[in-house]
Structures are given as C-alpha cells and as structure tokens.
C-alpha cells in the first residue's frame, strides 16, 4: 500500500537509459522552445547550470512518436520516407498524423482499461468488452476528459453489460461469503480509494483502514492529517450506490447492477477486506480535500463528480499521468501518491523534506492549460509529443549525473510493453526483416562443470574475481552440515557410521534424501515459516 520505495521510478528509469543508450560524440546544439513545456525543462536546466542531451535523430523520434501514441513501430517505408523527407515542419505533421488514428484510439483504449483494471473476470467478458468500445468512442470524439470522468462515476445501469461506463463502479465490488452477497461499506471504500488514486492523483488506501497520524510520517505529510473518518466522509458519497451482483440471472456470471437505492454509509457495516469499522452511525459525506458537502437535492454521486473535476488536484493529476506515460516518469512519482503537503515551493515542507514535483510550476501549467482547453487530451499529448523536451535524444554527451535525471536533461528509454512485443511478434511471423537482439533469443543453457548449475554459477563468479573455491569438505563435515541445516540438529552417532561407511557411488544424495524424507525437515521448516 504505502511501502518503502529503495529506488523511485525516476532512478531507475536514468540507471536503465545510461546503461542501454551510452553516450553520444554529437554536441547539444541549440534547442528551440516550441511550447510552455520548453520553456519551464529547459529554462530551469539553463539556470541550474545543467547540459542537456542533443536532438534525437530522425530514425529515433520516428520510432519513439509511433510506440508513444499508438503502441506500433512504424512500418520500413514510413521510417524511409520520414527520415528522407526535408520538411522542417515533419515532426509535427506526424504527431498530427497519428493522433486520432484508429492505432492511437485502440492504444490508449487499451490504456484505460489498464487504468479501471478491467477483466472479464471481474466485470464478466461482455462488461469488459462495453467498456473497452464505450472508451474507444469516447476518444474518437475526443470526449472532454472531465465528462468522461463524470460518466464514469454517476453511471447507472440494470446490467453493466449494457451501460459502457457502469462498470467502472462494478469492477470494484466486494463480494461476501456467498455469489447473492455483495459487502455495502467495502464496495464503497475500494470506489472511493481507486476514484481517488485514478482522478486525483491520491493514495487513501492507508487511512481507509486507520489515521494518518503516527502511522504515515514517513510517508506522506498530508496523509498524517486525514483520519479514518475523513475517510469514511469519502466513501460515504457512494453509501447511496447499490451495486449488485446479477444472480437472479446466473451466480457464474460477473454482471451488475447499479442504483442509488442504497442504504447509505454505516461506521458500523461489517468489512471483509479492512480493518473492521467500531463506530457506531451513519456517515454523512463531505470531500475529503475541501470538507465541501453536497448539495442533498442533487444525487451523491453527480456531487461527487462535480467536486473531483472541479479541483485544480484532478487536472493537475490527469497531466502528471499522461506525462509519465509519454516522458517515462511522472513530474510527480509515484503518479499515484501526491503528497499534497509537499507541492508548493513558496510554502516548503519541514526540514528533512522535499517539494514532491521535480518542476511545480509546469505541473501547475499543463493543469491550467488542460483547463483553459476543455480537459483535452488529444491537445495535451500533442503538446508533450511536439516538445523539444520529449524530441530529445536518450544518448548523452559527456558525463551523466544521477542528479541530472530530475531536469529530463535526456529522454529516458522504457521497456517495451507485453502488447507492443506481441505486435513485434506477429510482425516478424508475417515476414518482416528481423535482425536477431539479445533480448528476445532464447537462453542457450550453459555446459555445467560442477554438479549442477549453481556450481557453475559460483565457479564462473570466483573465476571473475580472481578467485579459486576450498576443496570439498569431509563426510564428517557435510553430514553434519546438511542435518544442521536441513532438520536443525546434529546427526546421530548412527546416522555419522552409516554414511562413512557407504562407499558407495552416491552415497552423499541417499543421505541427503533420508534426511529430506525425516519428520524433523517439516519441523523445521514449519518453525521457520511460523517465524
């Protein structure tokens, strides 16, 4: 939920990119700013005295633009044609290309099923399959990213497997012990925790079981000051919504229902999956951001939408994910877990604390600008792809700084996803021209010195450092170590004649086995499981 991070997504994506894509002898050159991104990345390296990489070659950028926007390499002729072409103007004719392509439609619809996790098995094969064309018209049409939202949390449906958007709300329903029981609170809590994570950038999944305070202090400062109850005021804007297993159809299929005919948000409802609730009444709801309470002749949950997709956090959230997904880290990372507490830099946090956003005042512009342009995401991926900031090279001159990763002073490389290799596969099955890379040949299994593949693996690595391994222990020595280790006692002084006196080939593997087949192995290892 909330655990110790020993290497943030930003360090792993620098170690990774200056491991794969080295240096380069091509000098940075003069960058042009193309758009407010350029302005604040590079403003901010000039500076802080920080060198950048150069521009990425045109056989890189062609590439890296069409697995970005639409999961795809780009065909041999495309790539030939765009790197031949002089047009200064290339680029961005081909973001304009393929945004909005049915490649870049079916990508981040693919995308945003990722997103709501929605699996047949959850939501049943229909439900799924709804979605994943309800998503696909929304970007068609370039649905307004806030209306989108909106449908997605006040949807209401007899069957989710006839309403596109419903099963947003049905993946997250908690089930009890029986397929006809559905568990009120829990399905409300899991709504509010994954409404909150995905729009607005936020992990609550800690204070839906206990307080902040004395849990989270070095985690999350915003988190130390929000409680359980807050919330539950949370949670409680879906204490009105039913959401409803269809077994008067079938208990083996994944359909739902969803109403506001719900009984509302008890402190007191029974948990299967948290820490159980010891209140004692109902819930009322308020937001947990600003304490704002709905309006109680409108219905909850259209409330809630409003107040989501009115706060500067939701847009600020939806640019900080869209960014991460085409830049490789997010301007705050983890995307997920905003410390809100920890964003201003005119109001910095205590000692011992950073600001969270490696660049607060072009988050606060992408959120201004997705604002101002009617939460547009075709124009905001535009933006990030038309940049000079995302055109950067991933080989950089002359030394690479660890503290340079911060500034996207080189554009990380990311590992390709299991959908674009499946692409990749199907392409070279279809006859395309393939030149064979470590990375997808199988691993020729290595001719074994030793007694088996851990030997060699030891042998290779002493042999790498310069070292040579002891002789092999006396049967004195190995009976007692494997009984030591393997039962967690001494062997018999019957146990020790017996195998010194088995001259026999492999009389090392029988008195292995017989210790094995021994009652004391599972006490031992049953004491050390329990540990």
Not at 153 to 180: D, M
């Amino acid at each position: 939920i909330h655990p110790e991070q020993k290497t943030d997504n930003r360090t792993s994506a620098s170690e990774l990119t200056a491991s794969i894509a080295g240096g380069t002898s091509q000098p940075s050159g003069e960058i042009v700013r193309r758009n407010l991104i350029d302005d604040y990345i590079f403003g901010k390296m000039e500076a802080d005295g920080v060198p950048h990489a150069p521009m990425s070659a045109d056989e890189d950028f062609v590439r890296r633009v069409h697995l970005d926007l639409t999961g795809r390499i780009p065909d041999p002729e495309a790539v030939r044609t765009f790197v031949a072409s002089d047009d200064v103007g290339k680029r961005e004719a081909l973001v304009d290309s393929l945004i909005g392509s049915r490649p870049f439609m079916a990508k981040w619809t693919y995308w945003f099923g990722d997103l709501a996790r929605s699996n047949g098995n959850r939501i049943g094969n229909d439900g799924k399959n709804l979605f994943y064309q309800w998503v696909y018209n929304a970007l068609q049409i370039n649905t307004p990213y806030n209306t989108m939202v909106e449908h997605m949390l006040t949807a209401q449906a007899v069957s989710n497997w006839y309403v596109g958007p419903a099963s947003y709300l049905a993946r997250w329903v908690i089930i009890g012990a029986t397929c006809e029981e559905t568990v009120h609170e829990d399905t409300s809590d899991e709504i509010a925790v994954n409404s909150a994570m995905h729009f607005l950038g936020l992990n609550l999944q800690c204070v839906s079981c206990h307080d902040g305070r004395n849990h989270l202090e070095k985690v999350n400062l915003w988190l130390t000051e929000q409680n359980r109850t807050d919330f539950w005021q949370q949670a409680a804007f879906f204490g009105k919504t039913q959401v409803l297993r269809r077994t008067e159809v079938s208990t083996a299929r994944d359909e739902y229902s969803i109403s506001d005919d719900g009984p509302g948000y008890s402190s007191a409802g029974e948990s299967v999956n948290r820490v159980p609730r010891r209140g004692k009444e109902m819930i009322e709801p308020a937001f947990i951001l600003t304490g704002e309470t709905p309006d109680p002749s409108k219905p909850l949950r259209s409330e809630f939408a409003r107040m989501v997709t009115s706060h500067p956090q939701f847009a600020r959230a939806t640019v900080n994910l869209f960014w991460a997904e085409m830049m490789g880290v997010g301007i705050v990372d983890p995307v997920f877990d905003f410390d809100l507490n920890r964003q201003d830099p005119n109001n910095p946090p205590p000692e011992g604390w950073e600001i969270q956003p490696s660049h607060p005042e072009l988050l606060n512009a992408l959120a201004e600008d997705f604002r101002e342009h009617n939460y547009d995401i075709r124009r905001l991926l535009r933006m990030i792809a038309t940049s000079s900031a995302y055109q950067l090279s991933a080989k950089f001159p002359g030394e690479w700084k660890a503290a340079y990763a911060k500034y996207y002073a080189r554009k990380f490389v990311r590992r390709l996803t299991a959908e674009e290799r499946e692409v990749l596969k199907r392409w070279i099955a279809a006859g395309a021209e393939y030149e064979g890379h470590w990375a997808y040949l199988t691993v020729a299994r290595p001719e074994v010195a030793g007694r088996d593949a851990l030997d060699e693996l030891v042998r290779q690595r002493l042999e790498g450092e310069g070292l040579e391994a002891s002789g092999e222990a006396d049967r004195a020595t190995l009976i007692r170590r494997v009984h030591l280790d393997l039962l967690g006692l001494p062997p018999s002084v019957a146990d020790v004649g017996a195998f010194l006196a088995d001259a026999r080939p492999g009389a090392y593997e029988r008195m292995l086995e017989r210790a094995l087949s021994s009652p004391r192995f599972g006490e031992r290892w049953g004491r050390h499981w329990l540990d």
